[in-house]
């Protein structure tokens, strides 16, 4: 039941009777069914069925003032009571009676004297008719009701095409409403296309047909309509035919909107000029668009279904390294996810890309990620441009070198780091000597040719940490970042002003060219970028003062020592070339017995005024200069003669020659002292050669290969200064070293300090466990000699027993004595 309706409401009865005793027991008998009222007359039943409404009536016929029939009449004519059920109640019987009871609406009729009990079955019986037809009635009126609100249109037709019902009640559906339509044939209601449709498919053989059509014309706005025909058939043909309707115009509208739509979405994304793809949630394909098919090398239908990274072969440009899709991210983190910079992709055809851009996750209405989306753009040429952009911002166009911006940028990089880590940084200004005169009287295009053949010959000078610009018309700058010492600088500014003065060919013609360079150096004389510049520029006017074709400092004390070195390194290419280099003799003894057992040859360089220049101040000079191989030889050579001299006088005395870390690590080296040996006769055995502990450490593999050739010859290797670099018992196994000469510093500590005295003794017992002998140097009291005996040092040098001699003193007292 569809709506709430009082079936349970208690019936009534009126009961009409002229005679009280009847009427008493006839309501006695019954008055448990219903609420019964009575009436004694026609006139007072008429009056109580109008206000009462009773269901059932029992109208007796004969009655004082009008008759039962009469009432009955009355009634039925009374619209608000005419269904009441009437009975008559009456002494008559006959036909006659019962014809004009029925005829005038009455239902049944109950005969005088009352059988009570069948009187009450049959008002029983009439009360649940009324209860049936109420029923009846309520079910009819829901039906209407739902036919009526159903946005379907429902009818139903005879074979012969003529409405029997339809729920148009308002004319929703067509012009005619239901009350205008129900009786009429089709083509009057239904539009034309409609109505032979449903002609058309009512003659085939099939009972039921979904369809649609379009309606041509309607107030409602009903346009698509899907028709449901159910043609109902027996043997006799169609009983009947059952139409509905159902509006599907704003389906039909939705459906088509999503159409135009995703056929928008695909122009779109196929004339687009970034490559889309997107995935199902599992990141397998579900769509391409071309330029997603032209990168990845992939046609759209072999793509589908298959793993985003099966298709997008992405790593980073610059290591390789396979990247997570951002599709797969975004899809696992469902968020949008922007691709890795120096993102690149490999196409099937192994083309490549470097590709930019971003993956999102698609969300249905409920938010739930439904698939992903990745699009993305070739930025290949966009960065090449912005590489090239950036070089040509940075360099100059003439020379294609750095120009002043990039330089500057270099120079602040080098200052901070010189800052940070205690290194000292060299900007040299360097200008063409008079190239405004050579520019004014050659013309330009040579000035131009002159740059360019300068730069090249700067070029060729350079290492690959300097920096060379170009920072003006005849400008150039180098930028030494990273130096230990200054003392490098001069020999890289000599060579340009060397090289320089080497002559030019422009075009065929000769010329010859000079520069003056100003040179700074941070932090001696400048700290920052700005400085450094201004301060070689100073300085370059300063070279430029001095005559040009030469290099000065900014700072007056690097000037100074730059002076000296030059002093010195004109004394020592003289002495190499006068062969006036002296050699001094340092007598080695066996500490135990004071016995001299051999000599360090330790060399000496004398100023013109015959002041002796320590070794100190002029070998790292000639290692920078690589004098050192010529001085080396020199001093092997003359100490291997003395050597061999003292031998045939009957004293054979051990030689230690000192090895400058450049000269050993000269391929040559083994072949010289195999050379010298072999020229002065003097028995390998009697030679040892002293070289550093950092020496040693440049290259393992080249090192021990050279200390084997020089053992192979016999001779021996001391470590010179040791303790004083790596001391590393790992190399000392490695190497086929003899002797450890403990550094002098120590041994003069090692009586005051305690620490000094542990590294001797840490040293001693390294020796010892490594089979190695050891020298004690700078010997200089009994004290230092005690302890090192004590420790169990075998050999030593000093001036306790004697300071470095000259060759003749030296032979005086230790050779030619007894
Ligand atoms: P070194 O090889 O350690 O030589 C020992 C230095 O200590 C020598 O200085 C020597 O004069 C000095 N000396 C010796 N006994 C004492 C002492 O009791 N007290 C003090 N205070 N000093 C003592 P020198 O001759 O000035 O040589 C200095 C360094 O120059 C040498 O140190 C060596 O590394 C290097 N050298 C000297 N001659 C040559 C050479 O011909 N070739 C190479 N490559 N280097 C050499
Ligand atoms: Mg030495
Ligand atoms: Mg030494």
Redesign the pocket.
Known sequence: MLFNHDLEAKRTILIVDDEPASLMILEDSITDLANVITAKNGTEAIEKATQFLPDVILLDIELPDINGFEVCINLKNNPRICNATVIFVTSHSGNQFEHQSLELGGIDFIQKPIDLRICRLRIKNHLKMKQQEALLCIAEKDLHTLVSQVPVYISYWSKEFINLFNNDFSGQWFIKKTEQSIGRFSEDILPAELNSEIILRASSNIEKHIFEVKLETSHNKIEHVQAHLNIGKDENGIQGILLTLTDITSIKQAKKSLATESERLRVTLNSIGDAVIATDEHANITFMNPIAERMTGWVIHQAIGKHIDQIMNLCDATTKHKGVNPIVIALQEKRIVAMALNCQLTSLDGRIYRVEDSAAPIRDDEGQVIGGIIVFHDVSESIAMAVKMSHLANHDQLTDLPNRILLHDRVSRACYLSTKNGLIVALMLIDIDHFKYLNDTLGHHHGDLIIKQVAKRLESIVDVNTTLARVGGDEYVLLLPDLKSANHVDAVAADIVHSMNQPFRIEGEEFNLSVSIGISINPTDSRTAEEMMAHADAAMYKAKEQGRNRFCYYSDDLEKLFHQRQSIDKLLRAAIENNSLEI?Y?PKLKLSQKEVVGA????RLRDNVGHLI???DF?PLAEETGL?HAL?HD?LKKSCIAAKRWLDKGKPLKIA????AK?FSNPKFTESVAQVLEETQLPSRYLEL?VTESALMHNFDDTIKTLNDLCALGLTIAI??FGTGYSSLSYLKLFPVDVLKID?SFVRDMVSDDQSKNIVQAITHLAHSLNLQLVG????EQAHLDMLIKFGCQEG????FSR?LPEAEFEALYVFTQ
Do not use: C, K, R, T
């Open positions: 001094f340092q360090e040859a330790l060399v320590s070794p100190i070998i050192i080396g001093v020659v000192n090895i400058a000269q002293e010179d200064d002098q140097e700078g010997i200089e040098q000093g001036y306790l470095p």
